[in-house]
C-alpha cells in the first residue's frame, strides 16, 4: 500500500493563503501523475490540479487558475498546492491522489492521501 501523507490544511480568512504539502514514495512520484481533488459534505469529489510525472506538465481547473500553483520538489519526494486568494468557495476536504494517467478523473486514482481540511472563513 502506497501511502501518501498531506499536510497544511487549516483556517483562513478570504484572499489569505495556504500551502498544502503531499509527501510520497520516490518512486511514486517518478512514475505517478500526482493531482489534488477536493471534496465539501454532500458532493462528488472534484479534481482541481495535476502535475506530471513524465514531463512536469501542470493543468488547472478553470475555477482555481490563476490563483492555485502546483509544484514539485523531487529531493523531498513532496508535491505542493499553494493556493492564494482563497474564496470561501474553495472550503472542502483536500485529498492528495496517485493518477495513473495526467487527468482529474477519479477512476485514474490507484491512491488517495488521507485527506485536509481547508476552510476559509471570515
Known amino acids: 500500500q502506497v501511502q501518501l501523507v498531506e499536510s497544511g490544511g487549516g483556517l483562513v480568512q478570504p484572499g489569505g493563503s495556504l500551502r498544502l504539502s503531499c509527501t510520497v514514495p520516490?518512486?511514486?512520484?517518478?512514475?505517478?501523475?500526482i493531482g489534488w481533488f477536493r471534496q465539501t459534505p454532500g458532493k462528488e469529489r472534484e479534481g482541481v490540479s495535476y502535475?506530471?510525472?513524465?514531463?512536469?506538465?501542470?493543468y488547472y481547473v478553470d475555477s482555481v487558475k490563476g490563483r492555485f500553483t502546483i509544484s514539485r520538489d523531487n529531493a523531498k519526494n513532496t508535491v505542493y498546492l499553494q493556493m492564494n486568494r482563497l474564496e470561501p468557495e474553495d472550503t472542502a476536504l483536500y485529498y492528495c491522489?496517485?493518477?495513473?494517467?495526467?487527468?482529474?478523473?477519479?477512476?485514474?486514482?490507484?491512491?488517495w492521501g488521507q485527506g485536509t481540511q481547508v476552510t476559509v472563513s471570515s
Open positions: 502535475i506530471s510525472s513524465r514531463d512536469g506538465n501542470t
Open positions: 520516490r518512486y511514486t512520484l517518478d512514475y505517478y501523475t
Open positions: 491522489a496517485a493518477l495513473r494517467v495526467p487527468a482529474l478523473i477519479v477512476g485514474f486514482v490507484d491512491y
